[in-house]
């Protein structure tokens, strides 16, 4: 005899009363009510194997260099984890670049909604969305679906990385979107900063990337607080110091220590009801590998950052995580993999102690 435990009870009930918009009836397959859940599988893994956000190939070779770096670190992870994988459109990089100013924003469109509504069913299912990206802009897509299931929530990001990825396409010197996901999620153009003159049709792509979800901003500028950014360029600094964007350096998670230095992140966001953390992997010092597309001097080091996200982790408010920018075609002996890989699994595993 099935035994339901409460949780499935109230799934079976959310399906009886009929399906959340924009899912496919077909993707509730009956037996999905019969399966029981214990807490080390309230996690779902989310791949997202796209690069075309990059400016570097490789990254969407990341989500597969890190489970290998799982096989030889000895760990199970992969094999008591359930995981889902996002379709990509790769492919594009074989065309031509049509829009110079925002490259593949035809795809990076498809990506976010696609990103969105699976990180959205997955909330609604009652899983954590534990995203494995290739590029970081796939990261708005994740934002969009935590905006998507709490439409009135206040959503916090605490954004690890290198780079303040807030350029639009009339401000960015690359035309890489993995550089406009905050812009993207805060809706912002910054024209007061305009070096570029997208055609139309980059506008037309880039108007609707900021309805993905639900319409208009997903999150405040104010309400993002960046941890070891520090390679910035003059459109960045201008929209940090009009909204007063915190960002906590390398040197002062140094003089507090990691776990003090993420503590502050949390208490700056104290106003915000929930939270979402970014980590991208060139957060980490450009000496600890060469495994990420744009690597930058003066990082964290692997155990700051471990202790960093660990400690964000355990932060009941926490709704979603993801790694990204992992590149093994750029790295020697998948260093960064591991490196990925051992973070990835301790923010896991507080993940799973409180949920
Ligand atoms: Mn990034």
């Known amino acids: 005899m099935a035994v339901f435990l409460l949780r499935d009870r109230a799934r079976f009930a959310r399906l009886l009363k009929g399906f959340p918009p924009g899912r496919k009836a077909q993707s509730y397959p009956l037996s999905a009510c019969f399966n029981r859940k214990t807490v080390s599988e309230k996690i779902k893994i989310i791949e997202v194997k796209s690069e075309i956000g990059a400016g570097t190939r490789g990254a969407s070779l990341g989500v597969e260099a890190m489970k290998i ?196 992140a949390l208490k700056i966001l104290t106003h915000c009801d929930l939270l979402y953390v970014s980590f991208d992997v060139d957060s980490m010092d450009s000496r600890i590998s060469s495994g990420t597309g744009t690597p930058v001097p003066n990082g964290l080091s692997v155990q700051e950052a471990r202790i960093i996200n660990t400690t964000l982790a355990a932060d009941p408010r926490l709704c979603g995580w993801e790694i990204c920018e992992v590149n093994p075609t750029l790295d020697t002996e998948n260093r960064m993999s591991e490196n990925g890989f051992e973070i990835l699994e301790a923010t896991a595993g507080v993940i799973s102690a409180r949920l």
């Open 69 to 264: 770096a799982s096989l030889d670190l000895k760990s199970d992870f992969f094999r008591k984890q359930r995981t889902i994988e996002v379709e990509h459109v790769n492919e594009l990089l074989f065309n031509s670049v049509e829009h110079v100013h925002a490259k593949f924003i035809d795809g990076v469109l498809i990506m976010e909604e696609r990103v969105c509504l699976e990180v959205y069913e997955q909330l609604f299912d009652d899983f954590f969305p534990l995203v494995m990206a290739g590029d970081h802009s796939t990261a708005f897509g994740t934002i969009a679906g935590i905006k998507k299931m709490h439409p009135r929530k206040r959503l916090g990001v605490i954004w690890i990385d290198a780079h303040a990825d807030i350029h639009s396409p009339y401000t960015t010197p690359s035309g890489n979107m993995h550089g406009m996901t905050l812009a993207m999620a805060c809706a912002i153009d910054n024209l007061e900063c305009q070096i570029n003159e997208p055609k139309a049709e980059t506008v037309d792509y880039w108007e609707q990337i900021k309805q993905v979800g639900v319409a208009g901003p997903k999150i405040r500028p104010e309400d993002i607080v960046y941890i070891s950014v520090r390679d910035l360029e003059k459109p960045e600094n201008y929209l940090i110091n009009r909204y007063g964007i915190s960002n906590i350096t390398t040197d002062e998670v140094r003089q507090s220590g990691p776990a003090a230095a993420a503590e502050r």
